[in-house]
């Protein structure tokens, strides 16, 4: 079973816009990682953000974690027809060597 | 690029037979994790390698083994093909508890 859900399973913006993922998973973390998959192939490594963090930044990107909602949120700001793609959160679970995946996030980026 | 390259990108089999994957990982990474993901679905997690040695196993059966190698590259065998078996294959390699980064993937069809 996957322990990760992302919430919206499918995501469709004007370029330009905001786009807002949620993640939300089930048992303790070590750290949890966000993917971007562009069809069906390997998965670009986006951020990592460590339990005892609350917000990372890379670029346009903006995750945050809350732990006791046990939840995250992935922002892409000023969004580009490039990241058109599927989103993926993963938790490193404590005492777990494994990443473990929700379904993903579909997003689409109209022009 | 991440560093991570995995060979062959696609392969077709006869349910019944056996099949090699393998994976290159990235220079300095001594911990190498295998994912299958079925269409539309999110990566689940195999098993991981680390200094040779399994450290984790997913919910597989034993057909799937593996093999880490001194220069932490990485193996997965699948034994007696199932039609269920048809998916994408990822290979990720990294530190342990840090960022994972994945290769291409090798795209397994079984008939």
């Known amino acids: 079973s996957q322990q990760g859900e992302e919430d919206p399973q499918a995501l469709s913006i004007q370029e330009g816009e905001n786009a807002t993922m949620n993640c939300s998973y089930k048992t303790s973390i070590n750290n949890l990682q966000w993917y971007r998959q562009n069809s069906g192939r390997g998965l670009v490594h986006l951020i990592l953000?460590?339990?005892?963090?609350r917000e990372k930044h890379s670029g346009r990107l903006r995750v945050t974690l809350d732990t006791s909602k046990k939840s995250s949120s992935l922002l892409i700001t000023a969004s580009r027809a490039a990241d058109t793609a599927s989103y993926f959160c993963a938790t490193g679970i404590q005492g777990a060597q494994k990443l473990v995946f929700g379904q993903g996030t579909r997003l689409t980026i109209n022009p | 690029e991440t560093g991570v390259t995995q060979s062959p990108t696609h392969l077709i089999k006869t349910r019944g037979q056996q099949v090699t994957l393998r994976c290159s990982s990235q220079s300095g990474h001594n911990t190498v994790s295998w994912y299958q993901q079925a269409l539309g679905q999110g990566p689940q997690f195999i098993f991981q390698y680390y200094r040779e040695e399994e450290n984790g196993r997913g919910n597989f059966p034993p057909r799937f083994s593996g093999l880490q190698f001194p220069n932490y590259s990485s193996e997965l065998n699948v034994n007696a093909l199932e039609l269920d078996d048809s998916a994408l294959y990822l290979c990720a390699s990294s530190l342990v508890w840090t960022e994972a980064f994945f290769g291409q993937g090798t795209r397994l069809t079984v008939v």
């Open positions: 953000i460590r339990s005892n963090e």
